[in-house]
């Protein structure tokens, strides 16, 4: 089974600190996706990565960026953050670049909570 | 632009009767759709994924699901709800290079 592993499951941090929010999967995935998932509004995506060293803006970028050095781990970095960041965010990954049959698999997510 | 739109936020059932959760999509061709379910505190699973193999796509736990391109809908059915079904569904449309558009979410609550 394909193990995609979050960091930290609760995490408190103050507004301005600058945050790392890890994810490791362990299917050499090619693909990597962090979201945010917000009540009504669903799952909104925020970077996503198809390989090492290579990012692309999701839907709501602003305020995060992301690094992959290597292909088992995306981290996630909120530069500067702030209370509207108050999120879960949730980390997958997924197999294809070109079949976007193959479903993404997610780890057990991350709530953070900015004061 | 792909779509989809779940038409309940929360459906309430009673345990061991039937299951009906809504999504329509909106799509200028023929998409592949998936159902996720997401347990308190824990992240999203696959139920199941409609690829035009098949209308009537069968899922783990019971779950299964029919396209209909004349409705323009897959929405996920069971005979008999459990308690442990309560959880988040979400309906899924992939949108190519691996991207997926997610559903606003159904909240499934089962009362004894």
Same mark, same amino acid.
């Given at each position: =089974?394909v193990k995609v592993t979050q960091?930290?499951?609760y995490?408190?941090?103050?507004?301005?600190?600058?945050?790392?929010?890890?994810c490791?999967q362990d299917m =050499?995935?090619?693909n990597?996706?962090w979201y945010?998932?917000d009540?009504g509004?669903?799952?909104?995506?925020i970077y996503?990565?198809?390989?090492?060293?290579?990012?692309e803006k999701? =839907?709501?970028?602003?305020g995060y960026?992301v690094?992959?050095e290597?292909?088992?781990?995306?981290?996630?970095?909120?530069?500067?953050?702030?209370?509207?960041?108050?999120?879960?965010y949730?980390c997958?990954?997924?197999?294809?670049?070109t079949d976007s049959?193959?479903p993404?698999?997610?780890g =057990?997510g991350?709530r953070?909570?900015?004061? | 632009?792909?779509s989809?739109?779940q038409?309940?936020s929360?459906? %309430?059932?009673?345990?061991?009767?039937?299951?009906l959760l809504r999504?329509?999509?909106s799509s200028?061709? %023929?998409p %592949?759709?998936?159902w996720?379910?997401?347990?308190?505190n824990?992240?999203?699973?696959?139920?199941?994924?409609?690829?035009s193999?098949?209308t009537l796509?069968?899922?783990i736990?019971?779950f299964?699901? /029919?396209?209909?391109? %004349? /409705?323009?809908?897959?929405?996920l059915?069971k005979p008999?709800a459990?308690?442990s079904?309560?959880?988040?569904?979400?309906c899924?449309?992939p949108?190519?290079?691996?991207?997926?558009?997610?559903g606003?979410?159904?909240?499934?609550?089962v009362?004894?």
């Open positions: =089974d960091s930290s499951r995490l408190v941090k103050r507004t301005g600190e600058k945050v790392f929010l890890e490791v =050499d995935h090619e990597m996706f945010r998932q009540p509004l669903g799952l909104r995506l996503f990565s198809y390989d090492v060293k290579m990012k999701g =839907d709501i970028p602003e960026s690094s992959r290597k292909k088992e781990r995306f981290s996630l970095i909120l530069e500067s953050a702030s209370t509207n960041q108050t999120s879960m949730l997958a990954s997924s197999n294809s670049k049959n193959q993404q698999h997610f =057990d991350t953070l909570s900015i004061l | 632009a792909q989809v739109t038409l309940d929360h459906v %309430s059932v009673s345990e061991g009767t039937p299951v999504c329509n999509y200028s061709y %023929s %592949s759709l998936f996720y379910v997401q347990h308190p824990k992240g999203l699973q696959l139920l199941l994924k409609y690829t193999a098949a796509v069968k899922g736990n019971g299964e699901a /029919e396209f209909k391109k %004349s /409705e323009t809908s897959f929405h059915t008999s459990h308690m079904d309560a959880a988040e569904y979400f899924v449309v949108t190519g290079f691996q991207k997926l558009v997610f606003t979410g159904t909240r499934l609550l009362s004894p």
